[in-house]
């Protein structure tokens, strides 16, 4: 089992900038790839940017290229979503996620998931 703690969350304007950080614990060992995802109320969860925990590679939803950053520190077995130039649209529940294996961007092809923090972006 792999436990995800998220924290970072909360109200920022427009414009401005926040740093999730996702801490894991447990079986960390088996994690391949790491991710967020975010659900606004009504929607369905949707893929935000996830990070390959060996090499270091990054994806991203074109919706965030270019504003957020996902990192990772393996000493920590923390992964961070810096993002930068929110907007109102970017107003979710933010949840961070891991798989053992390699995988597309549906949250199901995640095996844990965190509790989720909420941001919340004002126009």
């Known amino acids: 089992q792999v436990q995800l703690v998220e924290s970072g969350g909360g109200l920022v304007q427009a414009g401005g900038s926040l740093r999730l950080t996702c801490a894991a614990s447990?079986?960390?060992?088996?994690?391949?790839?790491m991710g967020w995802f975010r659900q606004a109320p009504g929607k369905e969860h949707e893929f935000v940017a996830a990070?390959?925990?060996?090499?270091?590679?990054?994806y991203y939803v074109d919706s965030v290229k270019g504003r957020f950053t996902i990192s990772r520190e393996n000493a920590k077995n923390t992964v961070a979503l810096q993002m930068n130039s929110l907007k109102p649209e970017d107003t979710a529940v933010y949840y961070c996620?891991?798989?053992?294996?390699?995988?597309?961007?549906?949250?199901?092809?995640?095996?844990?998931w965190g509790q989720g923090t909420q941001v919340t972006v004002s126009s």
């Open positions: 996620a891991a798989a053992h294996g390699p995988g597309g961007t549906n949250w199901y092809s995640y095996n844990y």
């Open positions: 990070i390959i925990w060996s090499s270091g590679s990054t």
């Open positions: 447990g079986r960390t060992y088996s994690t391949y790839r």
